[in-house]
């Protein structure tokens, strides 16, 4: 390829590179700290809307052969990232006043993209780090908490350890086929090669690090609560959907076989009994959300046993209803200056008196994640158990159907205090800004067009 098509194809990247150039510039050239907000959202705007254009062209391409490559599925997984970054970036207004937060952003989501493009393990674990990295400063930036220091570092520890089970299994890999392609992963599913399954079984562990699987989970709870709100959202919503996209990615149409089908069947569901059972003893909101996005991930992770063809529609439809209805929530939440008394589940008590807006936007937010019909949580969940039912999986189907019942306790549970309490005497009156009203609104809008046109969003994935 030519370098103009190599500026095509990559032109989503580059929008990023470009966004965090003229950020710092901005910063050195100007007196003090800029704001970056405007620049960020911005040029995650355009880059969001020049991968769907691509994506909508069916460009098939491959810049740098065996490393980085671009089909249609990759460039609409990287404009539906992107996209759900902007509500992040909104949100991001009342926590930050300077460039960190958005340069640090625009780093990590760099990272994404080149995940969702990679081809080898090399260029895998480059997009991985550059995403992860980023966090690991964005998680303790919330300095005003004494707990995101404890928080960041046990973050950092567990995802280094990611990233060494990756490397090694990697690593192995090579050791066996003499490549470092994504491919090999594939093949060593069949394989009966000792090295290549202990291999395949690092990497996959590694992924469950990463996406806070039990029982590597251990990070995620205190991650998300020492965290500021936008942090978490940012955590909860693209982290997490990236990590399981890249996985779909290296597994492509490959069939999951024993003993490694047994590992991402078991461990997914003790996922999900576990995070809805642990999400029901939660006081802390953003705790609570920890514990449902581990829960969360197993859903996720079950579409890897399903046939190849549908795991990326279920996956990356899973992560926009997902990601939709955390960002819904995050931005309804009200605020206040005593961050750790606002993050108290019960401080929404009797919020439908207070701020009728605010309640019933996080009303719809928890009655979707529990997976609620007609909302875009139901229509999630059920693509991803006929895929596993598809699949041949029927009893963890059914197993992880009766457990997923587990969540609506605690999703219901916030309701009945929002609508069903009498607000406490402590509680000053919720009124939130125009910015996080407008981006409530943004991911309502969006929740219901995928609700009412799923059929027509699963065809342009």
């Given amino acids: 390829m030519n370098g103009r098509d190599v500026l095509l194809v990559m032109l989503p990247e580059h929008c990023l590179l470009a966004g965090m150039v003229l950020i710092l510039l901005r910063d050195v050239m100007a007196r003090g700290t800029r704001d970056g907000f405007a620049v960020a959202v911005g040029t995650v705007g355009i880059a969001a809307a020049v991968a769907a254009m691509l994506a909508l062209a069916e460009v098939f391409a491959a810049p740098f052969a065996a490393q980085f490559s671009v089909t249609p599925s990759d460039l609409a997984a990287k404009a539906v990232m992107l996209a759900l970054a902007i509500p992040v970036l909104l949100l991001s207004r009342d926590d930050f006043a300077d460039s960190r937060f958005p340069v640090l952003v625009l780093s990590s989501l760099y990272g994404v993209c080149l995940m969702l493009s990679s081809d080898s393990f090399l260029t895998l674990f480059v997009g991985l780090e550059l995403m992860s990295l980023p966090v690991y400063v964005l998680v303790m930036l919330a300095y005003r908490d004494p707990r995101s220091a404890e928080a960041a570092l046990k973050y950092l520890v567990l995802g280094g350890t990611a990233s060494a089970c990756l490397l090694m299994g990697a690593s192995l890999l090579y050791g066996v086929s003499g490549s470092l392609a994504l491919a090999g992963f594939a093949a060593a599913l069949s394989s009966t090669n000792t090295m290549a399954l202990a291999g395949a079984v690092l990497i996959v562990v590694a992924f469950f690090l990463k996406a806070a699987i039990v029982p590597f989970h251990a990070w995620a709870p205190d991650a998300y609560e020492g965290a500021s709100v936008s942090v978490t959202a940012y955590m909860a919503t693209i982290v997490k959907a990236a990590v399981l996209l890249a996985a779909v990615r290296m597994l492509a149409t490959a069939t999951l076989v024993p003993p490694l089908a047994d590992l991402?069947?078991?461990?997914?569901?003790?996922?999900?009994?576990?995070?809805?059972?642990?999400?029901?003893?939660?006081?802390?909101?953003?705790?609570?959300?920890?514990?449902?996005?581990?829960?969360?991930?197993?859903?996720?992770?079950?579409?890897?046993?399903?046939?190849?063809?549908?795991?990326?529609?279920?996956?990356?439809?899973?992560?926009?209803?997902y990601g939709l209805m955390n960002l819904l929530a995050f931005a309804a939440l009200p605020r206040a200056d005593d961050d750790a008394a606002a993050d108290r589940i019960d401080s929404l008590r009797g919020l439908f008196q207070r701020a009728p807006f605010q309640a019933l936007m996080i009303a719809v937010a928890?009655?979707?994640?529990?997976?609620?019909?007609?909302?875009?949580?139901?229509?999630?969940?059920?693509?991803?158990?006929?895929?596993v039912m598809a699949g041949g999986y029927t009893t963890y189907a059914v197993l992880g159907l009766v457990g997923s019942y587990l969540g609506i306790y605690f999703y219901l549970r916030v309701i009945q205090l929002m609508f069903m309490s009498e607000p406490e005497s402590s509680t000053t009156r919720a009124s939130p800004r125009q910015l996080m009203r407008f981006t409530s609104l943004v991911c309502l809008v969006a929740a219901v067009v995928v609700a009412v046109f799923p059929g027509w969003i699963l065809a342009q994935l």
């Fill in 264 to 321: 991402v069947a078991f461990l997914p569901l003790v996922s999900i009994v576990w995070g809805n059972l642990a999400a029901m003893r939660q006081k802390s909101f953003r705790r609570m959300i920890a514990y449902s996005s581990i829960a969360h991930a197993g859903y996720m992770f079950y579409a890897l046993l399903g046939a190849g063809d549908g795991r990326f529609q279920a996956v990356l439809f899973y992560a926009i209803a």
């Fill in 366 to 387: 928890m009655l979707s994640l529990a997976g609620i019909p007609p909302l875009p949580g139901f229509i999630a969940k059920f693509l991803i158990f006929r895929n």
